[in-house]
């Protein structure tokens, strides 16, 4: 077992007894024709299934349409991308060369179903109950932090929505600065509010994600009065 694969399995809390299983949720298209895919959709009806539930627990008055919404904001590609990196997972993949030197290894697709495959791979090498707790472990701070007040809106239309209603105009935001390499930039972005002299700054691996960072700061010094 290698170090970088000892650390990645310390980060998800699980050490793999089939260790086939874990290459192979590793193991892009590029790489092998015995890849990720089949994984990424075990791991994904996994995911689906163990967020469901999480919300449910979580919001017994939530109706369904807004629990909903909920589950489509913490499983979707930004979000999947945003854990991958914080797990380094982009150094453990096996990618084909071409794949390799074109980035590869931080694109957001690829690291967001690499992580699915993980958790279909750790529900065949020690079953539910594990492939649960390691969702419940990289998601449980994001669903902890749901207001669901919002009813699921992401933060920008709720800073539109709150500075529409008291007739204020809407923000206006500004890519402030681009650092990294190609394959692995980060954006930094600057939500403007003339009328209330307020900007605010959010980054992140897209520039969607950097405004929606400096909407939610925005908001959160808006909400303060």
């Not at 945003?82 to 697709?109: F, T, V, Y």
Request: with cysteine; charged share 20%; aromatic share 4%.
């Amino acid at each position: 077992m290698s170090p970088a694969c000892a650390q990645l399995e310390t980060r998800l809390g699980h050490t793999w007894q089939q260790r086939e299983l874990l290459t192979q949720a590793l193991t892009h298209r590029s790489f092998s024709a015995h890849n990720n895919e089949r994984l990424e959709f075990l791991g994904d009806g996994v995911l689906n299934c163990v967020i469901g539930l999480m919300l449910y627990q979580r919001f017994p008055d939530q109706p369904e349409g807004r629990l909903s919404r909920l589950r489509a904001n913490l499983v979707n590609q930004e979000s999947l991308h945003e854990i991958a990196l914080q797990l380094e997972l982009g150094r453990h993949l096996r990618l084909g060369e071409g794949e390799m030197k074109s980035g590869g290894a931080q694109r957001p697709s690829i690291l967001a179903d690499a992580l699915e495959s993980l958790l279909g791979s750790a529900l065949l090498d020690a079953g539910f109950e594990v492939a649960s707790g390691i969702v419940e472990r990289l998601f449980g701070a994001r669903v902890n932090a749901i207001n669901p007040t919002h009813q699921g809106k992401d933060a920008k239309t709720r800073l539109q929505e709150w500075l529409q209603s008291r007739r204020l105009g809407l923000p206006d935001y500004a890519l402030s600065q681009t650092a990294g390499q190609a394959h692995a930039q980060i954006f930094h972005v600057e939500c403007r509010i003339a009328v209330r002299k307020l900007t605010t700054v959010g980054h992140g691996a897209s520039r969607k994600a950097a405004e929606q960072m400096a909407a939610e700061a925005a908001l959160a010094e808006l909400e303060k009065g």
